[in-house]
């Protein structure tokens, strides 16, 4: 995995975090080699530290349930040795395969879906959020021009909160089925 750090993609590269764990699941952790690259085209300093900053904020949780982090070297003998990590391990059930195929849940039922749909509520309302600021600054505003293109601005991201919210529907749990997963889930385990 090859990561460039900054304040721009902390959000999305640890919404995309949780949704691979979420995926994965705890049990598969052990099984996952998180990978640096582009090791050759850095200088070693700078590359050390942003390391360390994947180990310690992104990745921080995925180490904690045993996930390894290794550098990929760009040779065929580093290739191997990230692979020989992975099959070392054993296999592990991925959480997503087990829950839909074993548990015969759907996906909205199953801990990626439960993600997935917070994370849309999250968008949903960050993006409301977006088109009540844009909405605030368009009347502060003398300039005829500024006004448009701000409410046009305010018109795509309602769009977007549209259709974020019609695959928000989609995902939607009824309260009985919540009680349902939690008592299939009970059972399963024992």
Request: hydrophobic share 40%; charged share 30%.
């Amino acid at each position: 995995m090859h990561c460039i750090l900054d304040s721009r993609m902390k959000g999305s590269v640890l919404n995309n975090l949780k949704m691979f764990t979420a995926i994965c699941g705890k049990e598969a952790m052990p099984n996952i080699v998180l990978a640096t690259t582009k090791w050759g085209e850095v200088i070693m300093a700078a590359g050390e530290r942003r390391e360390v900053e994947l180990k310690e904020d992104f990745w921080k949780g995925m180490i904690a349930d045993g996930c390894r982090a290794e550098r990929f070297k760009d040779t065929y003998e580093s290739a191997w040795f990230i692979i020989d990590c992975i099959s070392a391990e054993g296999l592990a059930t991925v959480q997503l395969s087990q829950e839909m195929v074993e548990r015969r849940l759907k996906l909205k039922h199953t801990q990626a879906g439960i993600t997935l749909n917070n994370e849309l509520k999250r968008l949903i309302k960050a993006r409301k959020e977006a088109s009540r600021r844009i909405r605030a600054q368009a009347k502060k505003q003398d300039n005829a021009l500024v006004v448009q293109e701000l409410n046009k601005q305010r018109v795509e991201i309602d769009k977007k909160i549209t259709e974020t919210a019609d695959e928000l529907q989609k995902l939607k749990i009824p309260l009985a089925s919540h009680v349902s997963i939690f008592i299939k889930g009970l059972l399963f385990r024992n």
